[in-house]
């Protein structure tokens, strides 16, 4: 079976899935915007693979806060996904994190081309820009919001078969008429790839942080995201005794609000650009503590891939994030700490943090305890063969 995965952000465990299904023999094309910023997983073949590494778009990096550029490289996208279809032959496509402008073309495209294809749902964003629009988007925003769930739901329809990544998708899909094609999977993290690390490796020794308590955070800071709370944690667990530096690895806009906010509360701060992938093990491993933080408007449609990074890395979450949300789900079952994403909740998170930085044996068994969860949640032959099911049914 000829297959093309496309996952706009390039995430490491979409690649595994495209790795695995190539070893299982199918002529597998990965393909991804490297304008697009976030952490990318291993997007190179190596040797002997038959997976076939294939971008889309411009490689220049994309100011996410310019809508209107965005929309030319989402229309962009869509159409040179249409050319990948047609230049590698494939019997069947499946896109994730694509976003709206982006689906409809190709929606459009597969249904004259007559091709089947599956949409691995990540976000619903028509819900997302909804719940922004008047606060941290213009109030026209809710027309756009509007609008995106007419396409979102008219893409929903075209596709063959979803892949929805919480239950609390399906209540949505019921609304658009498309529940009786979605199949719920959870998303994951590549176990094998992001492996627990001695608390003092190479990169922590590099960047300095071997001899320091540290709260870090690791990924995407955007919308979905108030980055002044991690400051305003890393302040209170200091009010608990216990000094700590902030450690956000991330690129963007946010850089400005975490350095105004670090110096005015006077926080230790250590800002750094998404690190090469092969060491991220090193990158979780230097945090004694990691961050998960999510809005409240986020809910339980989008689950933050970041928390099942951590959990791979054995070490103790802390998550600033909506209750219903899977992600926060999996962080208390392993022990953490889930409160809401407010100044209100912050002295209950600080408290948690400030025991486990000063507890060696908890912070190790909570460490332990991530680990086994993910060892247990997110073994890839049981994952594959779901989709392997799904994308072979929508072939036949």
Known sequence: MKILVHDYSGHPFQVELS?????????????????????????????????????????????????AKRLLVELQVGFELLRQVRR???????????????????????????????????????????SFAGEKLGRGFRLVAASFNVAERWTSQRAAAIVAIADAMVAVHAEWGTADKVTVIPNWAPIDE??????????????????????????????????????????????????????VVNTGPAEQVLREEAARRDVPLTLLTFQPY?????VLGAGDVLVVLLEQDAGAFSVPSKTLSYLCAGR???????????????????????????SASIPTAAAWTAAVLGDDERRDELGRASRRLAEDEFALAGIADRFETILEGVVR
Request: proline share 7%; charged share 20%; glycine share 6%.
């Open 19 to 67: 790795r695995e299904l190539s070893r299982r023999g199918h002529a597998v094309t990965h393909s991804f915007c490297p304008a697009w910023p976030s952490g990318k997983g291993h997007l190179v073949a190596e040797p002997g693979e038959r997976l076939v590494f294939d971008p889309v778009g411009p490689s220049e990096s994309i100011d996410k806060s310019n809508f």
């Open 88 to 130: 590698t032959k494939v019997d069947v496509a499946m896109l994730s994190n694509a976003q709206i402008p982006t689906l409809v073309v190709f929606a459009i495209g597969m249904l004259l081309l007559r091709k089947p294809w599956v949409l691995w749902h990540q976000d619903v964003y028509a819900v997302a820009i909804k």
């Open 278 to 282: 092969d060491r991220l093990p090193e």
């Open 316 to 342: 103790p979450v802390v998550g600033l994030m909506p209750a219903e949300n899977l992600a926060a789900t999996l962080i208390e079952k392993v022990g953490g700490c889930v409160v809401s994403p407010s």
């Open 194 to 247: 992001i492996v627990p690390v001695e608390r003092k490796n190479d990169w922590a020794v590099e960047n300095e942080l071997d001899d320091t308590l540290t709260l870090l955070y690791a990924g995407t800071l955007g919308l979905k995201h108030n980055p002044a709370l991690l400051v305003e944690l890393a302040e209170a667990v200091r009010d608990n005794g216990r000094e700590a530096r902030l450690v």
